[in-house]
């Protein structure tokens, strides 16, 4: 199943990306990632900055997985409210897991400030808008849940929305500690800055990962790579066993506006809907539009990539129906595989039969906040400590 097709935004902001060598030898590392993506980075930062020694092995070239069709909003609300999470699974572990995502977006906020290189990283509110009168109950008792518990969230009515957001909705939450990122620019970054921490990295290097030994993995090409921890860090381009039935699979549609010389609504925020599937925006800092949605079972959408302008046009239209008077004129449009959880949680953790395998799979639409969290799960794993938010989304949960 591909990643991803059509014409991505991203891959067009780098000139120079880095590029590393394939693997030609055998190697030994104390954690090997596979994966190189936004995930893989992110967990090496986090253990190569508590001194361990990583490694990190990308089959393609980093970054040019599933992160190249990410949008870039980042939030610590999930697609799955604290109202909901409380429903089932109970009030501790639900404001534990959402206290575990506030953390990890001020923790990527921190990262942010100290990498070499651009990122357009920037510190965003969320409108949360109920797409329909029906969604004003829930939306009320998800504000009083996270009021209550000393989130940062206001609720904004239908007048204070046409007022300050341009928006004729029925009502909204506004939560911060959000941002926005370039996640290919990031990921440059991130890989630079781990470098200078003793990561080493290795493009066009795809390991065997269906024939993994206890301690040794190999190369397509057979090359040995012994390890004391193995953490894939593969998105959506594997399903390993232990967490298979709990994945579901959608595709998503996006695309990227020319720059617009409109004035836009107020702090450029984050948009998002209630109603699912969900529409969700975010501007530039050129000044371009990024949108998505349309999500469907990837077995029904339509072969190849024809449909994809259709469907860009179709959520272009649900942005003009916020905001009529932008002039929105479509200069990329994509589609990407996405992967959601039956409970809605990410899986973070030891395989069950070999605990020194570990899965961060940042599924769910919160995947770059959850590969966050994941990273500083994972070092309290290898080093021997607890970790508050261990259990929530363990992979055997």
Not at 303 to 330: M, R, T, Y
Not at 354 to 376: D, H, K, R, T, V
């Amino acid at each position: 199943m591909r990643l991803y097709e059509g014409d991505l935004y991203w891959s067009q902001t780098v000139a120079k990306p880095l590029r590393f060598d394939k693997l030609a030898a055998a190697s030994h590392t104390r954690v090997l990632i596979a994966g190189g993506g936004v995930t893989g980075n992110l967990c090496a930062y986090v253990l190569s900055s508590a001194g361990m020694d990583v490694m990190v092995a990308e089959r393609g070239r980093l970054g040019r997985g599933s992160s190249l069709a990410n949008t870039g909003l980042l939030q610590y609300s999930s697609d799955k409210m604290l109202s909901e999470f409380m429903d089932d699974l109970g009030v501790e572990p639900a404001l534990r897991f959402y206290q575990m995502c506030l953390e990890a977006m001020d923790h990527l906020t921190a990262i942010d400030q100290i990498l070499p290189g651009p990122t357009d990283y920037r510190l965003r509110d969320s409108i949360y808008y109920a797409s329909t009168p029906d969604y004003i109950g829930p939306l009320q008792r998800e504000y009083h849940c996270l009021d209550q518990h000393h989130f940062p969230v206001e609720w904004l009515s239908r007048e204070q929305l046409r007022n300050q957001y341009r928006l004729d909705k029925p009502a909204a939450l506004r939560t911060w500690h959000d941002a926005d990122v370039n996640p290919y620019r990031f990921i440059q970054a991130l890989a630079c800055k781990n470098q200078q921490q003793g990561v080493r990295y290795f493009e066009c290097t795809e390991l065997d990962l269906g024939h993994i030994q206890a301690n040794q993995v190999f190369t397509r090409d057979g090359w040995p790579i012994t390890f004391e921890h193995l953490i894939l860090t593969t998105g959506y381009s594997r399903f390993y066993a232990p967490a298979r039935e709990r994945i579901i699979a959608y595709r998503t549609y996006a695309f990227c506006s020319e720059p617009l010389s409109q004035d836009l609504w107020k702090d450029e925020a984050m948009i998002w809907e209630t109603g699912r599937p969900y529409l969700y925006l975010r501007t530039t800092a050129d000044r371009r539009i990024i949108a998505g949605g349309l999500d469907e079972d990837p077995a029904a959408a339509e072969p190849g990539s024809g449909n994809i302008p259709a469907k860009a046009e179709a959520i272009a239209s649900q942005v003009k129906g916020l905001f009529p008077h932008l002039d929105i004129k479509i200069a990329h449009a994509w589609s990407g595989l996405f992967c959601g959880t039956t409970d809605g949680l990410p899986i973070i953790g030891p395989d069950p039969k070999q605990p020194n395998i570990f899965y961060l799979l940042g599924y769910e639409g919160n995947g770059m906040c959850y590969s966050m969290a994941g990273a500083l799960i994972l070092k309290d794993y290898i080093e021997g400590k607890f970790n508050p938010y261990q259990t929530i989304v363990r992979v055997d949960r």
